[in-house]
């Protein structure tokens, strides 16, 4: 009976229909069955959903995401970053929107500096924060565009490549006016003001973007009346624009006013107000130098006295905001906020949380979506890139088609390859010298590498005090899922096995649960339990001599070199080990284990040792050698239980993995793992 079928049966008869008859053969049955015959081999069956319910909203254009909040009434808030100069930098501000993601902000925007090559390919460039925050933080993105003095061939060219890039939001600038220090004259060939870019955008590209534009509260600095500068922003929503956002203002009254002169005059599209936290004083100066604006006296009155407390000026900073914000939302004036960062997070999310809009983001699927239009209907990955779902979305950039449904045939799409695990997206978000802490300044035994991984497993410190907060493989703090088993994973990691990927199993989970839950409400989850480490060759060699006890659990081995590739899944098909079941929607399997693609991630596995972590040491130091020796002698290894009814008995496995080993030293058997699978691989 198919999981399809089994959807129908309450949960003990689902239990009793997937647990597996007894066992009929012992010893080595699986090297002659090369899957279990007798339980679930691809767990479970689906295809693309009979309804359109989708839980990403990648595929509502923005300003379908502001109005449908606007018509509910739920109130989000926005975020806007400017580009680093270094790349360092540029680490350092995707660590922030990653945390910053959390609290699912309804989009952010990145800003756009002519001088800076903001269209270019490099680290720091406009285009390319914007993509990575798309692309590999997952949240939807808006590209700051300027355009005085711009030829139409350049602008077209910036549209093409950020239409390309997956970038689909636009915030449409005229931008500071080039030679400063001479009068600027209107040039018919060139672009002019925001409206020409507006007016070309829609002319050139339809609604392939959304469009918003600058408003200013008390008037263009530039512009010599209030009420012209008015119907210059709606000659831009007139041209196309879909939304506008403020410049920055310290009163409510001032965008209520704004509000009720835009209305006055015709424009009707939402306009969200632009907040910016006051966070020090020579900042709030710098800020209402550019801006020109005057500094309400009771806010100077609170500033002043505080002049080199930044501290405490920030926390005022706080109160003065929420409290504005609390003003705009309870009149109706704000269906959202905008906050200037200043790249920075500490305001912005103390704001938020004062006001309720800080919310946990839902999970859609098991793993991280990508906001690329492109990968809306993505809903299945491999199991491997779990933790590095960053690195996945890079190596699969180049797909035409991504996986809805089912994976797929295991022959392609082909994987890119992972040349340079020193991009900015992919970068460590800890420095040398705190890895070094973390992961120990002088490495003397292979012990030293396993205390690393079973103190990072265990959340305590080192022999030096610190606290290894994350490894090559999970750049992160553990995560409450693998908190479930961490006793048993210590456990193992002491002894040298080195799991860098695991998961519990869950059968009839509630879809809302805070730890293993994902999807819409009122579904159920199942997951088997999954395994995936690093290990020496005679370890493995004791697994697969203890592994014929267990013919519900399906293995691949790989080792550095791809000399040994060797499992027990029939015709290397994938078998799904997460799987949900949906009001109005077939069942959906979104992790799957698939040989082919494991093939794939070795490498990039292998690879960490050295590239993350054995760079860190000197080319000829002892703690280089170690690292370098467990690259080349350890294998790679998941295993999968496939009985996720009856718990998860990869534990016993490991156990009786150990118990093995012991015997295997006392016997001092010389065959080689190698020699011991061409022995016993099945023969055709």
């Known amino acids: 009976m198919s999981p399809a079928q089994q959807d129908n049966l309450p949960t003990a008869q689902v239990a009793a229909v997937s647990a597996p008859p007894p066992l009929a053969e012992t010893g080595y049955a699986w090297l002659q069955h090369s899957s279990p015959t007798d339980s679930p081999l691809t767990t479970p069956g689906g295809s693309r959903p009979a309804s359109p319910m989708m839980f990403n909203s990648f595929d509502a254009t923005l300003t379908e995401k502001i109005k449908a909040r606007i018509e509910s009434k739920d109130k989000f808030f926005s975020l806007e970053f400017f580009p680093p100069r270094t790349k360092s930098g540029a680490v350092n501000l995707l660590s922030r929107l990653d945390r910053m993601r959390v609290g699912n902000p309804l989009f952010v925007d990145i800003t756009w500096h002519p001088a800076g090559n903001p269209a270019g390919d490099t680290d720091t460039s406009s285009m390319m924060i914007a993509q990575s925050a798309v692309q590999y933080v997952g949240i939807e993105s808006m590209l700051h565009m300027t355009c005085v003095g711009s030829s139409k061939e350049e602008i077209t060219s910036y549209l093409a490549k950020a239409k390309r890039l997956g970038l689909r939001n636009i915030l449409a600038l005229r931008g500071d006016l080039p030679n400063i220090d001479e009068e600027w004259e209107y040039d018919p060939e060139k672009f002019n003001y925001a409206t020409d870019l507006v007016k070309h955008t829609r002319e050139h590209f339809g609604d392939d973007f959304t469009i918003c534009v600058a408003g200013y509260p008390t008037g263009h600095p530039e512009a010599k009346v209030y009420e012209d500068d008015l119907m210059h922003l709606k000659e831009k929503v007139d041209a196309g624009a879909d939304f506008i956002i403020t410049q920055l203002f310290f009163k409510a009254s001032t965008f209520k006013k704004f509000v009720d002169d835009c209305r006055a005059i015709g424009i009707t599209c939402p306009i969200l107000p632009g907040i910016m936290p006051i966070q020090s004083y020579d900042s709030l100066r710098h800020i209402v130098k550019l801006s020109k604006l005057e500094i309400p006296d009771e806010i100077k009155n609170v500033v002043t006295p505080l002049k080199g407390n930044d501290d405490a000026i920030r926390n005022y900073g706080i109160h003065q905001a929420t409290q504005m914000i609390k003003e705009l939302f309870i009149s109706g004036y704000a269906p959202g906020i905008h906050f200037y960062t200043l790249n920075r997070e500490v305001a912005s999310t103390a704001i938020c949380k004062n006001l309720g809009l800080w919310s946990d983001i839902k999970k859609p699927l098991p793993f991280r979506l990508s906001a690329d239009p492109a990968r809306t209907e993505e809903e299945v990955r491999p199991i491997f890139w779990t933790q590095r779902p960053k690195s996945y979305i890079h190596r699969t950039r180049h797909w035409d088609e991504f996986p809805n449904g089912r994976w797929g045939r295991n022959d392609s799409p082909a994987f890119g390859d992972l040349k340079d695990y020193y991009l900015f997206f992919l970068a460590s978000q800890s420095p040398k010298a705190e890895l070094l802490k973390m992961w120990g300044e002088e490495l003397t035994t292979e012990q030293d590498v396993w205390n690393v991984f079973e103190n990072y497993i265990c959340g305590k410190p080192n022999k030096d005090g610190v606290m290894v907060q994350r490894t090559p493989w999970c750049d992160s703090e553990l995560n409450p899922e693998t908190g479930l088993i961490a006793p048993n994973l210590s456990n193992i990691n002491k002894n040298g096995v080195l799991t860098i990927n695991s998961q519990p199993s869950a059968n009839c989970v509630e879809s809302t649960d805070p730890i293993l839950g994902w999807g819409q409400p009122g579904g159920y989850v199942f997951q088997k339990a999954y395994l995936e480490f690093f290990t020496s060759e005679e370890n493995v060699m004791a697994l697969l001599q203890v592994l014929g006890r267990f013919p519900g659990v399906n293995f691949?081995?790989?080792?550095?070199?791809?000399?040994?590739?060797?499992?027990?899944?029939?015709?290397?098909?994938?078998?799904?080990?997460?799987?949900?079941?949906?009001?109005?929607?077939?069942?959906?399997?979104?992790?799957?284990?698939?040989?082919?693609?494991?093939?794939?991630?070795?490498?990039?596995?292998?690879?960490?040792?050295?590239?993350?972590?054995?760079?860190?040491?000197?080319?000829?130091?002892?703690?280089?050698?170690?690292?370098?020796?467990?690259?080349?002698?350890?294998?790679?290894?998941?295993?999968?239980?496939?009985?996720?009814?009856?718990?998860n008995c990869l534990w016993e496995v490991m156990e009786d993995m150990f118990a093995r080993r012991n015997l295997n030293d006392k016997l001092d058997n010389k065959q080689t793992l190698s020699e011991w699978i061409d022995m016993h691989s099945p023969r055709n």
């Open 556 to 647: 691949q081995v790989v080792n550095n070199s791809g000399r040994v590739n060797f499992t027990n899944i029939k015709n290397k098909r994938p078998i799904a080990v997460t799987w949900g079941v949906f009001p109005g929607r077939e069942i959906m399997q979104p992790t799957i284990v698939d040989p082919i693609a494991f093939n794939q991630w070795r490498t990039e596995a292998f690879g960490l040792w050295t590239e993350q972590w054995g760079k860190l040491y000197e080319p000829d130091s002892g703690s280089r050698k170690i690292i370098d020796s467990i690259t080349e002698s350890y294998y790679l290894v998941n295993l999968v239980d496939n009985d996720f009814p009856k718990g």
